[in-house]
T-cell receptor
Framework: KQEVTQIPAALSVPEGENLVLNCSFT??????LQWFRQDPGKGLTSLLL?????REQTSGRLNASLDKSSGRSTLYIAASQPGDSATYLC????????????FGTGTRLKVLA | EPEVTQTPSHQVTQMGQEVILRCVPI?????FYWYRQILGQKVEFLVS????????KSEIFDDQFSVERPDGSNFTLKIRSTKLEDSAMYFC????????????FGPGTRLTVT
C-alpha cells in the first residue's frame, strides 16, 4: 500500500533557527513530490515541487531534497520566522499513470518570537 | 497571479440534502481534482477529471458523489444525499498539461452536515 508519513507531527522552535521537516514514502518509484503549507482553516499553498529525477529544489529560504532510494524527502527552512508557523504537508504522486496525490499527515510548526 | 477559487466558503446542510460545491480552476488548466480533509485527518483524494470525464476516483467517491464541468469555467462536486460523515473541508485543485502537472489548490469549502 502506498503511504506517506511525516515526522515529527509537531515542532516548536525559536525564531531564527534552521529546521528540517521529514517526509517518508513507501514506494521508491515515485513520479514527483510536492510540499505544501496549510494555515489553520485555510487552503493549501504550493511551496516546492520536486520531480523524481531531481535531488533538490530551492525557493528562497526553503530547500526540498529527495532521496528516492531511501524513500525520503526533507524540507529545510532556513532562519525561521514566526510567519512560517503553519502545517507543512508532503504529497506524493507515485507514478505517471495517476494524477492523484497521496498526502502525509503533516508537521505542525510553531516558530516562537 | 491566477488562483483557484471556491464557493461557498462554508456550507451547512441537513443530513439527506443535496449539496453542490463550486470551483473555478485556473483558466488554462485542463486537469481538475477534488480532495477532502476531515477535521484532524489527512487530505484525501476523491476524483480527477479531464476532457469532460472522470480519469480516476477513490473508493470514497461512490454513487453519492458526482462531478461536472457545466461550462467553460466552473467545476462542481455534487453530493446527492449528505451524511454526517461527509462533514469535511473540500478542496478543488487544477493543473495544466505541461511539465509536472503541479497542482494548485483553492481555499476550500467547509461542509457541515447536521
Amino acid at each position: 500500500k502506498q503511504e506517506v508519513t511525516q515526522i515529527p507531527a509537531a515542532l516548536s522552535v525559536p525564531e531564527g533557527e534552521n529546521l528540517v521537516l521529514n517526509c517518508s514514502f513507501t514506494d521508491s518509484a515515485i513520479y514527483n513530490l510536492q510540499w505544501f503549507r496549510q494555515d489553520p482553516g485555510k487552503g493549501l499553498t504550493s511551496l516546492l515541487l520536486i520531480q523524481s529525477s531531481q535531488r533538490e529544489q530551492t525557493s528562497g529560504r526553503l530547500n526540498a531534497s529527495l532521496d528516492k532510494s531511501s524513500g525520503r524527502s526533507t524540507l529545510y527552512i532556513a532562519a525561521s520566522q514566526p510567519g512560517d508557523s503553519a502545517t507543512y504537508l508532503c504529497a506524493v504522486r507515485f507514478h505517471p499513470g495517476t494524477y492523484k496525490y497521496i498526502f502525509g499527515t503533516g508537521t505542525r510548526l510553531k516558530v516562537l518570537a | 497571479e491566477p488562483e483557484v477559487t471556491q464557493t461557498p466558503s462554508h456550507q451547512v446542510t441537513q443530513m439527506g440534502q443535496e449539496v453542490i460545491l463550486r470551483c473555478v480552476p485556473i483558466s488554462n488548466h485542463l486537469y481538475f481534482y477534488w480532495y477532502r480533509q476531515i477535521l484532524g485527518q489527512k487530505v484525501e483524494f476523491l476524483v480527477s477529471f479531464y476532457n469532460n470525464e472522470i480519469s480516476e476516483k477513490s473508493e470514497i467517491f461512490d454513487d453519492q458523489f458526482s462531478v461536472e464541468r457545466p461550462d467553460g469555467s466552473n467545476f462542481t462536486l455534487k453530493i446527492r444525499s449528505t451524511k454526517l460523515e461527509d462533514s469535511a473541508m473540500y478542496f478543488c485543485a487544477s493543473s495544466d498539461t505541461r511539465g509536472l502537472y503541479e497542482q494548485y489548490f483553492g481555499p476550500g469549502t467547509r461542509l457541515t452536515v447536521t
